[in-house]
């Protein structure tokens, strides 16, 4: 990832990555190890993956504490002797916290804030943390600009925003640094297709790589910022490494700043797909109902982060797309069969 060549005063530095056993937090710990970083890696699997870890199990810089962020203890515990704390740890998922409300507030909320108070006991430096385009809401306006945001839509992006307030409100109180990263559609290698609340674009792989057709919710006709992981890692390691103190306690978008329909987004990965087994390309996809809780369209503005944090996104939505496509076919046809 060219994103880690940057910063090189993370080498020796302490991290945290809670939820490092998941999709964004493995391929944070995969960066941080190789910049010469030590990192503790705090997960409770319901989410993520042990597989996910292998690769560093034997890595005599990395730590695995198997434990969960709504225990205090537990929080304590991982933050010791920590410099810096990446928090990927949440139950992610719109329809998720529609099924279950309880669950997503009690992880996303009160485990947020045993995390950053825990930190803050730790005097840990920084508290750079996951936010979410969801929290826009019911805001129509394109692109979305941090400060102007709409009514949540679902439980999911209530935690998410309420994350925000309380990491404002724990910088001013108790002074510790916190950096929020909205999100926008991630995706990339491990990013896990399988379960009932699998985000779109492993779905689909899984459809095409099986000769299924993928179901499309509404028309087609909806759009996302669809942001590569290679881009996202390079906005963290910005977060924890920026000087500007005028960059600090506030959030920024976190995308490649364009737009792609659902219907698009298939037939991209339904050429990808092709180029190794042509059988796909006949695949069409099904449509079916809009999704409880969507938005019809999302897109970001990056202005503020490319101003404060000198983000600059290096990998666009089509050559994400051709990379990913290449891990999902080596990685998942074998687990299928094929």
Known sequence: MDGCKMNASLEHAKILVTGGAGFIG???IEVLLAKGCS??????FITGKRENLAP?????????????????ATCRAALEGVDLVLHEAALGSVPRSIADPVTTTEINITGFVNMLFASVEAKVKRFVYAASSSTYGDS???????????????????????????AENFSSIYGIETIGLRYFNVFGKRQDPFG??????????????????????????????????????QANLLALTVRNHA????????????????????????EDFS????????????????????????LADISKARRLLGYAPEVNVREGLRRTSRWYFDHLRPMDGH
């Not at 990192?39 to 409770?44: F, M, S």
């Not at 560093?56 to 205090?72: A, Y």
């Not at 000769?211 to 759009?223: A, F, L, M």
């Open 56 to 72: 560093f199990r034997e890595n005599p810089s990395f730590r695995l504490i198997e434990g969960d962020i709504r225990d205090q």
């Open 26 to 28: 493995s391929n944070l």
């Open 39 to 44: 990192v503790v890696c705090l997960d409770n």
């Open 275 to 298: 180029a190794f087994d042509p059988e796909i390309a006949r695949i069409e996809p099904v449509y079916g109902p809009e999704r409880n809780g969507d938005i019809p369209h999302s």
């Open 140 to 166: 129509r306006e394109l692109p979305k600009v941090e400060d102007r945001i709409g009514k949540p839509l679902s439980p999911y992006a209530v935690t998410k925003y309420a994350n925000e307030l309380f």
């Open 196 to 233: 009932m609340y699998a985000a779109v674009i492993p779905k689909f792989a899984m459809s095409l790589i099986r000769h299924e057709q993928p179901r499309i919710n509404g028309d087609g006709s909806y759009s996302r910022d669809f942001t590569f992981i290679d881009n996202i890692v």
């Open 247 to 270: 960059a600090l306690n506030t959030v920024y978008n976190v995308a490649f700043g364009e737009r792609t329909t659902l219907t698009r987004l298939f037939e991209f990965l339904r």
